[in-house]
């Protein structure tokens, strides 16, 4: 697999993660292009961190995965290591997203990206923990992946849909926090 500025990463054999797709990757820093750069990107259901390796590629100077797939956090670990510049922070956190979630709970991201496998019960647990943490930066986003064959994005509790994108076969959600920019127009 092939990241930002043609830099390969390793990836684990067969379908035991399923990789965004690169239309999916494109789009998302292509939406958020203006606002990696020195932010600090959570990466829930990480995989081997192709959405992390991204980030750092593009400058985020912090990027946390979490992956509860010991080898895809070994893996992550070994990309993000390869990528990272001197001046980036990363951490590799290996177990369930929710309850990992709570040991956050005193920091705030400016990006978000929760992809975790489709026909999970993840998703709103997750958001309402997100949400509950407190984790998404007053000005931050948070990019939901999803197949709309499994889960339909909602608002939950203190996060708004602020837009929808579909690319085939996958859809993303973006969330705010709930009344922040308010000028926003999806």
């Not at 999916?24 to 390796?53: H, K, P, S, Y």
């Not at 590629?57 to 670990?77: E, H, N, P, T």
């Not at 997203?97 to 019960?121: C, E, H, M, W």
Request: proline share 6%; charged share 20%; glycine share 8%.
């Amino acid at each position: 697999m092939r990241i930002y500025g043609n830099r390969q990463l390793k990836t684990l054999p067969g379908l035991e993660t399923r990789p965004t797709p690169a239309r999916v990757r494109e789009a998302v820093f292509n939406i958020w292009q203006g606002a990696i750069a020195q932010c600090r990107w959570l990466d829930l259901c990480a995989g081997t961190g192709a959405m992390g390796a991204e980030a750092l590629c593009r400058g985020a100077s912090l990027v946390v995965g979490i992956d509860i797939k010991g080898k895809a956090c070994s893996i992550m670990q070994q990309n993000w290591q390869h990528l990272a510049q001197p001046e980036q922070t990363f951490q590799v956190v290996r177990g369930d997203v929710v309850g990992r979630l709570k040991t956050l709970a005193d920091q705030q991201f400016d990006r978000i990206y929760f992809d975790p496998p489709y026909a999970s019960d993840l998703y709103n647990p997750v958001l309402e923990a997100i949400a509950h943490y407190q984790l998404l930066a007053d000005q931050g986003e948070l990019a939901v992946e999803y197949s709309p064959n499994y889960w339909t994005p909602q608002p939950i509790t203190s996060l708004e849909i602020c837009r929808q994108k579909v690319y085939g076969n996958t859809a993303l959600a973006f969330y705010r926090l709930r009344g922040k920019d308010e000028s926003f127009d999806p």
